[in-house]
């Protein structure tokens, strides 16, 4: 279980957070691989330096993000406000929740970020940990199912994350292309036309390479309250979970 395979990450985007992994759990669907891959924890229970310990097996070892399935509270069920206070400080929401899309443009969710504060309210002091909850919509009625979340917790740096390096999907470009792709055709149809641009190509590759490295250059896309990249992959389905839990049982 502990080792990894190369360059192994548990990558997913929004929408496989919400329509796979959130919507299997609620649907209670393959529950005892679903707890495997991401644990059922009361996160509140934690400080949010505690919790990469007690993580699943899909962020085993991962030193930027862990995700949770978040029971209901009983003052949720009984219809008051979640208590999300820890031993050490509370989690307080920042800015107003967003919505999930799916790749064909439905609404599938809802996203709220949270900070992590030292101390008690009103005077706690702002950490570098945040977190985004992710809650489903039921089917039928259309309506936001509490019975569980999805809550990705990660430390806010200076540089992306591999959660927030995913590139916006290009509406411009035919479906199935990608702009790696069409950056490569267009810098040979350049180079063909202008063969004395050669320094300025490489001078322009090598500066967009610094700057989406995420060490010290401006990212020139997605942040952490960006939108994901929603078509870059094809959803997950349970052959590759089976695969991946088979090998590493």
């Given at each position: 279980m502990?080792?990894m395979?190369?360059?192994y990450?548990?990558y997913p985007t929004e929408?496989?957070?919400?329509?796979?992994?959130?919507?299997?759990?609620l649907d209670g669907e393959?529950?005892?691989d679903m707890?495997r891959?991401?644990?059922e924890?009361?996160?509140?229970?934690?400080?949010?330096?505690?919790?990469?310990q007690?993580?699943?097996v899909?962020?085993l070892?991962?030193t930027e993000?862990w995700f949770?399935?978040?029971?209901?509270?009983?003052?949720?069920?009984r219809g008051?406000?979640?208590k999300r206070?820890t031993?050490?400080?509370?989690?307080k929401?920042t800015?107003?929740?967003s919505?999930?899309y799916?790749?064909?443009?439905?609404?599938?969710g809802?996203?709220?970020t949270m900070?992590?504060?030292?101390?008690r309210?009103?005077n706690?002091?702002?950490?570098a940990?945040?977190?985004?909850?992710y809650?489903?919509?039921?089917?039928?009625p259309?309506t936001?199912?509490?019975?569980?979340?999805?809550?990705?917790?990660y430390?806010?740096?200076?540089?992306l994350?591999?959660?927030?390096?995913?590139p916006?999907?290009?509406k411009d470009?035919?479906?199935g292309?990608?702009?790696?792709?069409k950056d490569?055709?267009?810098?040979?149809?350049?180079h063909?036309?202008n063969?004395?641009?050669q320094?300025?190509?490489?001078?322009?590759?090598?500066?967009?390479?610094?700057?989406?490295?995420?060490?010290?250059g401006?990212?020139?896309h997605?942040?952490?309250g960006s939108q994901?990249?929603?078509d870059a992959?094809p959803l997950?389905d349970?052959?590759q979970?089976?695969?991946?839990?088979?090998?590493?049982?």
């Amino acid at each position: 279980m502990e080792n990894m395979p190369p360059g192994y990450r548990f990558y997913p985007t929004e929408e496989e957070i919400v329509s796979f992994y959130l919507r299997n759990k609620l649907d209670g669907e393959r529950h005892q691989d679903m707890n495997r891959i991401i644990p059922e924890l009361d996160i509140y229970d934690y400080n949010p330096w505690d919790l990469p310990q007690v993580s699943g097996v899909a962020n085993l070892r991962d030193t930027e993000q862990w995700f949770f399935f978040v029971p209901r509270q009983e003052s949720e069920a009984r219809g008051g406000r979640p208590k999300r206070l820890t031993t050490t400080g509370y989690w307080k929401a920042t800015g107003s929740p967003s919505q999930v899309y799916s790749s064909d443009n439905r609404i599938i969710g809802m996203k709220r970020t949270m900070v992590f504060y030292g101390g008690r309210a009103p005077n706690g002091k702002k950490t570098a940990w945040k977190m985004n909850e992710y809650k489903a919509f039921n089917r039928s009625p259309p309506t936001l199912s509490h019975e569980f979340s999805l809550c990705r917790v990660y430390k806010k740096l200076k540089c992306l994350r591999a959660f927030d390096r995913r590139p916006p999907p290009r509406k411009d470009y035919p479906s199935g292309s990608t702009h790696h792709q069409k950056d490569e055709e267009l810098g040979s149809t350049s180079h063909q036309n202008n063969p004395n641009d050669q320094e300025a190509q490489r001078a322009a590759s090598s500066s967009s390479e610094s700057s989406s490295s995420g060490d010290g250059g401006q990212p020139s896309h997605g942040g952490e309250g960006s939108q994901m990249d929603f078509d870059a992959e094809p959803l997950l389905d349970w052959e590759q979970v089976d695969l991946f839990l088979r090998d590493h049982a």
